[in-house]
């Protein structure tokens, strides 16, 4: 066995005991570090299946964001795990999630190892025709070319995503800014972080977006990128959120997936068909539908991680 | 002269593998979080930029060995951002058992 081979079996073994340590950790904490760092590990496999794209993608969504939102449900579950509720499910309500549970994973397992060796690939048709998108990196070119509607529903459901965590404001709050309202001073040890961080994250994230026309990256990484300097800024509070019902963050909001479906009703009067792009120019046309992606995502996901509002909007 | 930066490489590398074991078996075994703390750093700081030394003769251009040295720099940043954090945490609740 070469030594690659056995650094991939060490990373997959390490995988499956991160994952069962996630599993049966005490507390909602712990989990989420777990959690957080398998999908660390993840997004190493995902390198060693040469998913560069994928690995960016579970590295800034998977792992950051998520990992994120999950510390904040932790902290504020915390009350409620210091006092277990009086009775848990009973064993046998245990052994039938157990059992659906082994019965699952033995399906996916048997569907993966039944797989043919040599699977059903759209590759080939993609490379062939990616010089007639402009681009270089045929992930890009999957997202926001040959599969356009999904991608902009992919993007609907984060805007949605908004609106179900908005919608859980109390009502005399709709509208206003999430979080508490303080006057804390900034935490002088994040502040620093953050002013030291977020000029080369911004970059870091435009970047990212730029290459991914040819190279691994794209609207999602660098967008996470954005959404994750804001975060910090926020976090060391040296700025707040915005109130929701400020014009500006709803129209960055609905950018991405109305510039993506204006562009792809244009298509039918000058390109002759839905999401077709016209010739020449599908490259310029991409990148500006990506442009305001990033935006949209930028903003999504930081208002995702904020809450709901829980302040009375300022007239 | 290639064989002089092959054998740099290794070392570096061999180097900051050390201080990464070392900072891990520092991370399981010391016994309260400052220590475990001070252990980490080791590995952050020693650890990486020892592998970063060793790699940077193996880049292809300087573009992809400043990036190198730059993503060093930032897990310094984020690392000591955290520790400060981790620390005073520590300090305002006192240890956790």
Not at chain 1, 262 to 287: C, H, Q, R, S, W
Not at chain 2, 21 to 49: E, I, M, Q, W
């Amino acid at each position: 066995m070469s030594v690659l081979a056995a650094l991939d079996v060490g990373l997959a073994c390490v995988v499956f005991a991160v994952a069962a340590w996630t599993v049966f950790a005490s507390g909602a904490f712990a989990a989420t570090v777990g959690y957080v760092v398998y999908g660390l590990l993840l997004s190493l496999v995902w390198i060693r299946l040469f998913a560069v794209d994928v690995a960016l993608t579970e590295a800034a969504i998977g792992s950051g964001v998520t990992g994120v939102l999950l510390i904040g449900a932790a902290a504020r579950l915390r009350g409620a795990e210091a006092t277990p509720p009086e009775e848990g499910p009973s064993g046998s309500t245990r052994l039938v999630a157990a059992c659906l549970c082994v019965l699952v994973a033995a399906a996916l397992a048997a569907v993966v190892l039944l797989l043919p060796d040599q699977g059903p690939t759209l590759a080939p048709q993609a490379m062939e025709r990616l010089p007639e998108t402009g681009l270089g990196n045929p992930v890009t070119a999957v997202l926001i070319a040959y599969r356009s509607f999904d991608t902009v529903l992919e993007k609907v459901v984060l805007v949605l995503a908004v609106v179900g965590v908005w919608s859980l404001a109390a009502d005399r709050y709709w509208g206003g800014a999430p979080g508490e309202a303080r006057a804390e001073p900034p935490e002088p040890t994040l502040a620093f972080f953050a002013q030291v961080l977020a000029p080369v994250g911004i970059l870091v994230g435009v970047h990212v977006f730029w290459v991914g026309a040819d190279e691994p990256g794209g609207a999602f990484q660098g967008g996470a990128i954005l959404a994750a300097m804001w975060m910090i800024l926020m976090m060391a509070r040296l700025t707040e959120a915005p109130q929701s019902n400020a014009i500006r963050l709803r129209l960055a909001l609905v950018a991405g997936p109305v510039v993506f479906l204006a562009a792809g009703v244009a298509g039918v009067a000058v390109a002759g068909g839905f999401f077709a792009y016209p010739a020449g120019f599908e490259k310029p046309v991409i990148l500006f539908i990506e442009a305001f992606m990033v935006l949209s995502i930028a903003v999504t996901l930081p208002m995702l991680v904020a809450g709901p509002p829980r302040r009375e909007p300022r007239r | 002269m290639s064989l002089i930066l092959n054998v740099f490489s290794v070392a570096a590398i061999g180097a900051g593998v050390f201080f990464f074991l070392a900072g891990t078996v520092g991370l399981l075994r010391f016994p309260d979080p400052l220590s475990r703390l001070h252990a980490l750093t080791k590995a952050d700081n020693l650890g990486l930029g020892l592998i970063v030394l060793g790699l940077l003769p193996r880049t292809e251009s300087l573009l992809a060995a400043l990036m190198l040295v730059a993503v060093w720099a930032l897990v310094q940043l984020a690392g000591a951002t955290a520790s400060q954090l981790v620390g005073r945490a520590v300090r305002r609740k006192g240890p956790a058992a």
